[in-house]
Structure formats: structure tokens, C-alpha cells
């Protein structure tokens, strides 16, 4: 049975990882660490909590004395664990940089030293920078334009330089716009839903034409399983939806859903230096047998239901009543 260490196995994709594998596969036994940060929810496990296959341990990737033991047990190590809140990086660029890059860099350490089969960085499409047409493709330059895909960049460069150096068997991952269920309400998607149940305005950076490539969770899930079994030591695969729609679309199908008008959109001005369109070529990828399989006018229609269905979880997050961090603070001028 193989054993796999998650890092921010806590957080929404990573939890969903660990969902999907447990109920698809029986040859994986789970550990999680995570810190349990304003993004990481030990609710995000409720369902698998009991599983015998599963494990969780509260530590911090930043720290050897949390990682080293964990490492040594595993055979795979998958690192979801980041910072990834582009506005809280803008504000807080330290934090960010100290996980992003730092804990990188202790996971790199442990797998040198103790080995493991492979180790799987999990990084961003925004890594890329935007781009004004076409598609990024794995072999294009990196050009990223927030401290939070900087320290992306940093930490998958770093992460590669221990293949190269020390024949440690990294493989990096780059994911685009990610959507589905427990992702953290400071995200588009759950934040607006939460507004719109709320009445609150829905506040739009600029003209809202800024064009990301929209990703099912559990198809980036599947691509980074894909990578596991069959991805080769040193490389890099896009996981891309094919899905470049601009994020006043995804609003516009919100207010829709939810049932709300057009009056509570407030345009606000504009994230520094926000990048304008990611699209992501995943050619590399679906060559080795991965797949698609949910359609995304049907994938966020279920997403944002899921939102409006699961009050429960999302609101004691944004009010705060689970002790941790909720602030609009972290939204230049989203007031």
C-alpha cells in the first residue's frame, strides 16, 4: 500500500485530493498535515475522519521538527500547502513568501533526506504571468507579477533544483483557475455566493474582463493522480480546464442562481498589477491518459448551489465564530 503525505491536506484542493483518492482507490494510506491557518478546516475531512486509510497531524510546513518524521513514512509527497490568496500576499508578502518558498524548501530537505518515490509540487498557472492570446505551455518563461505566484515561481524553481542537484524525484504541477466545493469564502466564487445570500455587493475588480481558465476541483484532483502514477521525475504538466471565461461571466451565473439582480455588482477599482488572461495548453498531460469529465456550465451551476446549500459551513468562517481570520481587509478597496 503506498503511503502518501498531503500537505494542506486541511485546504480545498487539497482536502478534496485526499476525498477523491480515499473513495476511488484502495492501495493509498493518507496522512495530512496541515496547519490549520484561516484557510485550512479540519470540517473540509468530517466525512473521512473514520476512514482507517486516513490520518491527520497539525504541523507546519516551515518547520523541519513538524516535516521531517512525516516524510521519513511517506513514499509520496504531495505539497498543496501555500499560501494562495493573491490580495493577502499583496498586503502580507512575507507570509507568503516564508510558506511558499521556505516550506518548499524544508519538504526538499526531508526528501533528500530520507527519500521518498516521488514528491509533487503543486504550483499555479500564475506562474506564467497573463497572457494576451494563445495558450502557456510548460517550456514558456515564468514572468510572475504578485508576491504570491513570485513565491509559487520560487518554490517550484527550488523544488526542481533539488532534482537537478540532489536526484530528488520532484515533478511540478501548474493548475489554473480552480473551482468546486470548500474552497475558502475569500475566493470568487464562494465569496460572491456568500454576498449575494447575504445582500451584500458583489465587489468587481475594474471591468471584470480579467479571463482565467475555470478548472473543476476534481479534475485537477484526477490531473495531479495522473502525474502520481505516471509523471516522470523532473517534469512539468499543465492542468488546465480549457475554459477562458471572464470573470464577469462567472458573476453574471452567480447573480442568476442565486436569484439576485444586476444592482448589487459594485465595480471597484482594480487589484495592483492584476493579471488580465491566463490560458493554460495541457497537450502534456492528456497524452498520458487524463481526462476531463465535468463540463463547466454544469461544474459551476453545481458549484454555486453547493454555496448557497451549505450555509453551515462557509458562514461561522466568515463571521469568524471558528476563531480564525475572516477580513475583507484583505480586498484592496472591496468595501
Known amino acids: 500500500m503506498k503511503k502518501l503525505l498531503v500537505t494542506g491536506g486541511a485546504g480545498f484542493i487539497g482536502s478534496n485530493f485526499v476525498r477523491y483518492i480515499l473513495g476511488k482507490r484502495d492501495d493509498c494510506r493518507i496522512t495530512v498535515v496541515d496547519a490549520l491557518t484561516y484557510a485550512g478546516h479540519l470540517e473540509n475531512l468530517e466525512d473521512i475522519k473514520n476512514d482507517p486509510r486516513f490520518a ?5 510546513i516551515r518547520k523541519a521538527e513538524d516535516i521531517d518524521p512525516l516524510v521519513a513514512d511517506a513514499d509520496i509527497v504531495i505539497n498543496f500547502a501555500a499560501e494562495s490568496h493573491v490580495d493577502r500576499s499583496i498586503h502580507d508578502a512575507e507570509n507568503t513568501i516564508t510558506t511558499n518558498v521556505m516550506g518548499v524548501f524544508t519538504i526538499c530537505e526531508a526528501a533528500k533526506k530520507f527519500g521518498v518515490d516521488r514528491l509533487i509540487q503543486i504550483s499555479t498557472d500564475e506562474v506564467y504571468g497573463d497572457i494576451e492570446e494563445g495558450f502557456s505551455r510548460e517550456t514558456d518563461p515564468l514572468s510572475p507579477n504578485s508576491p504570491y505566484s513570485a513565491g509559487k515561481a520560487g518554490g517550484e524553481l527550488l523544488a526542481r533544483s533539488y532534482y537537478r542537484t540532489y536526484r530528488v524525484p520532484v515533478i511540478i504541477t ?6 468546486g466545493q470548500y ?10 455566493v456568500s454576498n449575494a445570500i447575504d445582500g451584500k455587493p458583489l465587489p468587481v475588480y475594474g471591468d471584470g474582463m480579467q479571463i482565467r481558465d475555470w478548472l473543476h476541483v476534481i479534475d485537477h484532483c484526477s490531473g495531479v493522480e495522473t502525474v502520481m502514477d505516471k509523471g516522470e521525475p523532473g517534469e512539468i504538466y499543465n492542468i488546465g480546464g ?3 471565461r471572464p470573470n464577469i461571466d462567472i458573476i453574471d451565473m452567480i447573480l442568476e442562481v442565486t436569484d439576485k439582480d444586476k444592482s448589487i455588482i459594485k465595480h471597484v477599482e482594480d487589484r495592483p498589477g492584476h493579471d ?7 497537450a502534456k498531460l492528456l497524452a498520458m491518459g487524463w481526462e476531463r469529465t ?3 456550465e454544469t461544474g459551476m451551476r453545481d458549484t454555486i448551489k453547493w454555496y448557497t446549500e451549505n450555509e453551515s459551513w ?11 481570520e475572516f477580513s475583507d481587509k484583505w480586498y484592496a478597496n472591496r468595501k
Open 56 to 60: 491527520f497531524v497539525k504541523g507546519d
Open 314 to 324: 462557509w458562514r461561522p468562517i466568515k463571521e469568524g465564530k471558528d476563531n480564525r
Open 242 to 244: 480549457d475554459n477562458q
Open 294 to 296: 465535468h463540463d463547466f
Open 276 to 282: 488580465r488572461r491566463y490560458a493554460l495548453d495541457s
Open 183 to 192: 474552497q475558502q469564502p475569500e475566493k470568487l466564487v464562494p465569496l460572491f
Open 174 to 179: 501548474r493548475g489554473s483557475n480552480t473551482y
